[in-house]
């Protein structure tokens, strides 16, 4: 009984600390707007959001960018084969920039898949401008930006390039170690979002203008 009578009280004091813990937030100022403007369709879009509390905005806008910028899962190139190839500054007969340009011109391929990895064919013959709508996808696979230019074929020579493709967090960084004969194993910056800028302005809030106002810009690579 005494017990019971115990725990009962230890349960009543935990309650209303937990109310006077809420009361605190009685008059802060939450956001009671959010709105969006479209810049570019599914690609740059600005995320307003008002009142805050003063002091606030920056808080939770350096918080949502690192979010959007570090966790939002994505897909990235992780390598490039072809005959002849024995590092990222090997030049590729039959094309006019070296496999640098290439691998730099990939890392822009914006990639939509179902699967946790996937290998697409680059098949390159004719002269002239060669872009991702020249790659080969499985069903499961598509290319957002399929005019992105890849390289400059000088048709001399029919030849392909494998390109592998994962899906993950964040960046991973190529192990120095890892090698495979004709491979160009590369760095892995999975993130769809390309850009994350925030801005802090004054806000209305009934007679008071000292409120914060959050506008946050996104620039995706067409797939986030």
Same mark, same amino acid.
């Given at each position: 009984m005494v017990a019971d009578q115990e725990k009962s009280e230890k349960y009543s004091f935990l309650l209303i600390s937990m109310s006077e813990k809420l009361d605190i937030y009685k008059n802060i100022i939450f956001p009671e707007n959010l709105s969006c403007t479209s810049h570019i369709s599914d690609v740059k879009e600005t995320f307003s959001m008002y009142p805050i509390q003063k002091g606030y905005g920056t808080t939770i806008g350096n918080s949502l960018r690192r979010v959007l910028l570090s966790s939002i899962e994505?897909?990235?190139? =992780?390598?490039?084969? =072809?005959?002849?190839?024995?590092?990222?500054?090997?030049?590729i007969d039959g094309i006019t920039q070296d496999c640098f340009a290439v691998l730099v011109n990939l890392k822009k391929l914006a990639v939509k898949m179902d699967s946790s990895t996937a290998t697409l064919i680059l098949k390159i013959g004719k002269s002239g401008r060669v872009t991702a709508r020249d790659i080969q996808c499985p069903s499961n696979v598509s290319i957002a930006n399929p005019d992105m230019e890849i390289c400059t074929s000088t048709g001399t020579r029919s030849?392909?390039?494998?390109?592998?493709v994962e899906k993950g967090l964040g960046v991973q960084m190529v192990d120095p170690k890892r090698y495979a004969v004709n491979t160009i194993y590369v760095d892995k910056f999975f993130s769809p979002i390309e850009k994350v800028g925030i801005a802090i302005t004054n806000a209305v809030s009934g007679s008071s203008v000292e409120n914060d106002r959050l506008d946050i810009t996104i620039e995706t690579n067409w797939v986030g």
């Open positions: 994505g897909n990235s190139v =992780s390598y490039i084969k =072809s005959d002849g190839l024995e590092s990222e500054y090997s030049t030849f392909e390039i494998e390109i592998g």
